[in-house]
């Protein structure tokens, strides 16, 4: 059986939902997916990143000088979780698998069907339409690609010890130009993200 839920946009609305989702339904893996901006300066639009580990950059310490990221903690027993929150192992080989016969649409400016990439994936409250940002979270933590949720179910799956991965399609490449690059490739971005999803829960184990 699968089950199917819509987070709404940012952290809170994704943690929440994951929560509710693994009470009620107790799932056996959790795959997160959806739109998301590129960092790594070869993606464009379209192209694919399988979450081999995510982030929250906006989780940690302002100073005047800079924000200090920092680990989460959890709740219950009061231990930090990591920094970065790992794909599961086995969720990131079926994902690669499925996207080696998954029937992609290439975007209408492009030539080539996506590109696909395991990297890293950072995720903040924030939609990122800078270039001086994109640099930043590229220098600080490699970051492959920038979204508002990813990490956030991440962390609740990791706590309840659920394996979880999260994938995105690009539909910017969160520069200056994001708001009207998100217009005109999201439903593309959104169509392949969600491709790729069904394909691979076709050949996941019961």
């Not at 799932?27 to 790594?40: L, M």
């Not at 270039?131 to 492959?144: C, G, I, Q």
């Not at 995105?168 to 999201?186: C, G, H, L, T, V």
């Not at 169509?191 to 184990?205: C, D, E, G, H």
Request: charged residues 20%; glycine residues 6%; aromatic residues 6%.
């Amino acid at each position: 059986k699968v089950v199917i839920v819509k987070t709404g946009v940012g952290k809170v609305n994704a943690a929440m939902t994951t929560a509710f989702l693994l009470q009620q339904f107790r799932p056996k893996r959790v795959i997160f997916t959806g739109i998301a901006g590129a960092i790594h300066p070869d993606l464009k639009p379209g192209d694919i990143v399988i979450g081999k580990q995510t982030l929250q950059y906006d989780f940690g310490q302002v100073t005047d000088d800079s924000l200090i990221t920092r680990s989460t903690r959890n709740p219950i027993d009061r231990m930090l979780n990591p920094l970065f929150f790992k794909g599961d192992s086995l969720l990131l080989v079926s994902a690669q698998s499925a996207a080696q016969t998954t029937n992609f649409k290439k975007m209408n400016t492009q030539a080539n069907l996506p590109h696909i990439i395991i990297g890293t994936i950072v995720t903040g409250d924030l939609f990122v339409s800078s270039e001086t940002k994109v640099r930043e979270l590229r220098s600080k933590f490699n970051a492959d690609a920038t979204e508002m949720e990813g990490a956030a179910v991440a962390q609740i799956c990791w706590q309840q010890q659920v394996p979880c991965l999260v994938i995105r399609s690009m539909s910017d490449k969160a520069d200056s130009k994001a708001q009207e690059s998100i217009q005109n490739f999201i439903k593309t971005a959104g169509y392949n993200s969600a491709n790729l999803l069904i394909n691979m829960l076709m050949k996941l184990p019961d």
